[in-house]
C-alpha cells in the first residue's frame, strides 16, 4: 500500500532525519503532561529518531521510546545515550497494562491504525493517564512558507488536523487542543535537507526529486523574503491533542 509505503520510508534517511527534524517547544510537552507528575512514565510511542524522547528526557521525566523502524532505532540509539528503544508498534506495545502515565506520539499518529492503536493505547496507560499526539506544523499564513508547502506536497495543515483529531475511542475522555508557536533557524541547505526527509520527496520519482530540489533552491535564491540571506527563522505552530484515559 502506498501509505505503508511512505510509512516505511524515513529509515533509510534517519541521521538526515534526526538531523533536520524540529524538536519541540518545552511550553507544548508541559501542557501535554499537566497532572501526570513531575517525573512521569512516558511512553514515546513511534518515537523515530528520538527527538521526542530527548525533549521528553531534557523535563525530567522517564521515557521509554517504541519504535518499529531498525533503521530509526538505531539512530535512536546512538544519538540518546542511556537509552534503548524496543522495538514495536502503536498496535503492538512492549510494555505490560496500565505501566505508563503517558503516552505521547511526536509527528507519528497519522501513521496509526488508530482502532486498534487506542486499544492498545488504554492498555498501557494507567486510569487518568494521558494520551497526546503532537504535531509541528508550518505556519502556512506566512508567504514564502505557503510556497515551500507546495513545492514539498506538504498537504497537513492546522485545520486538517482539527477536523480529523477529535476522539480516540471510548477509553479515552474529551480531546482538548493546546496551540503553541515553534521556531527554528535554517540555511537554504538545511531546508533542502529537511524537505529530503518527508515522504513525499523519499518515495518519489528521480525526477520528481530533481525538480522539487531545484525549486527549492530557486524558492530561496529569488523570493523577496528570502533571497540573499543566510539564515532564515521557520516558523511552526505546534500542536498537542490531549485526554485522559477514563
Do not use: C
Request: no cysteine; proline share 6%; glycine share 10%.
Amino acid at each position: 500500500m502506498v501509505e505503508d509505503t511512505r510509512a516505511r520510508s524515513f529509515g533509510a534517511v534517519a541521521a538526515d532525519y534526526d538531523r533536520f527534524r524540529p524538536g519541540y517547544p518545552a511550553e507544548a510537552l508541559r501542557w501535554a503532561l499537566a497532572g501526570a507528575g513531575d517525573v512521569a512514565s512516558v511512553v514515546d510511542l513511534g518515537a523515530g529518531t528520538g527527538i521526542l524522547t530527548r525533549d521528553l528526557r531534557a523535563l525530567g521525566h522517564r521515557v521509554t521510546p517504541v519504535e518499529p523502524d531498525p533503521g530509526m532505532r538505531a539512530r535512536l540509539d546512538a544519538a540518546t545515550p542511556g537509552t534503548t528503544a524496543l522495538a514495536g508498534s502503536a498496535e503492538s506495545v512492549p510494555l505490560p497494562d496500565g505501566s505508563a502515565d503517558a503516552v505521547l506520539v511526536g509527528q507519528a499518529y497519522h501513521w496509526f491504525d488508530r482502532a486498534r492503536a487506542h486499544v492498545e493505547i488504554a492498555r498501557v496507560l494507567r486510569p487518568d493517564g494521558i494520551f497526546a499526539p503532537i504535531w509541528n506544523i508550518r505556519d502556512d499564513t506566512v508567504g514564502w512558507v505557503a510556497e515551500l508547502g507546495r513545492i514539498a506536497q506538504m498537504g497537513e495543515n492546522t485545520n486538517d488536523l482539527t477536523e480529523k483529531v477529535t476522539t480516540f475511542g471510548a477509553a479515552f475522555g474529551p480531546v482538548e487542543l493546546g496551540r503553541f508557536t515553534h521556531r527554528t533557524t535554517v540555511t537554504g541547505d538545511e531546508v533542502v535537507g529537511l524537505m529530503r526527509t518527508r515522504s513525499h520527496w523519499l518515495t518519489g520519482a528521480p525526477g520528481q526529486r530533481q525538480r522539487m530540489d531545484a525549486e527549492l533552491r530557486e524558492l530561496f535564491a529569488t523570493h523577496p523574503d528570502l533571497a540573499g540571506r543566510e539564515t532564515v527563522e521557520l516558523p511552526y505552530w505546534t500542536l498537542v491533542f490531549r485526554a485522559r484515559r477514563r
